[in-house]
C-alpha cells in the first residue's frame, strides 16, 4: 500500500456546467480523500507558469485562454496509488476514446475541454500541489 497525494483540477468546461459536485462524487467513490480544496479563477500569468512545460506546443496560448477563461476547482486528493487510481477515474485525454465510467467520457467534451486535470507522475504532483497549496504539508 502506497499513500500518495495527487492535484486534480476541475476545468473552466466542467465548473461552467455545475459538473463539481457530480465529479467529487466520483473521486470520493473511488476511495480518494480531499486533503485540500479551493476554487480559483487564474490569471494568464498563473496559467502560463502552471503549464510552462508547454510552452513551445502549438496549443499553449489556446490552452492558457481556456484555463483562464472561468473558475477552476484544485484539490489535493490522498489516497493508495492516488496518482495511478485518478488518472485511471479521469480516462483518456480524449473523451471520446476514454473508457465509460471515467470522468472524461461523463463529462468531456474534446481533447482541451476534458474535464480535469491530474498529476501524471509523483515529481509533477509535488510541483503542482504546491504550487496551488503553498507550504501545504506534503508528509
Given at each position: 500500500m502506497t499513500i500518495e497525494r495527487t492535484l486534480s483540477i476541475i476545468k473552466p468546461d466542467a465548473v461552467e456546467k455545475n459538473r463539481i459536485?457530480?465529479?467529487?462524487?466520483?473521486?470520493?467513490?473511488?476511495?480518494?480523500?480531499?486533503?485540500?480544496?479551493?476554487?480559483?479563477?487564474?490569471t494568464r500569468l498563473q496559467a502560463q507558469c502552471f503549464y510552462?512545460?508547454?510552452?513551445?506546443?502549438?496549443?499553449?496560448?489556446?490552452?492558457?485562454?481556456?484555463?483562464?477563461?472561468?473558475?477552476?476547482?484544485?484539490?489535493?486528493?490522498?489516497?493508495?496509488?492516488?496518482?495511478?487510481?485518478?488518472r485511471e477515474l479521469m480516462g483518456a485525454t480524449d473523451p471520446k476514446k476514454s473508457t465509460p465510467g471515467t470522468i472524461r467520457h461523463a463529462y468531456g467534451k474534446d481533447v482541451q475541454e476534458n474535464a480535469v486535470h491530474g498529476s501524471d507522475a509523483p515529481e509533477t504532483a509535488l510541483f503542482e500541489i504546491a504550487y496551488f497549496f503553498p507550504g501545504f504539508k506534503l508528509v
Open positions: 459536485g457530480s465529479i467529487i462524487a466520483m473521486i470520493e467513490a473511488r476511495g480518494l480523500v480531499i486533503k485540500a480544496m479551493k476554487m480559483v479563477q487564474l510552462a512545460v508547454h510552452r513551445e506546443r502549438p496549443f499553449f496560448a489556446e490552452l492558457v485562454n481556456f484555463m483562464t477563461r472561468s473558475p477552476i476547482v484544485v484539490m489535493c486528493l490522498e489516497g493508495d496509488n492516488a496518482i495511478l487510481k485518478y
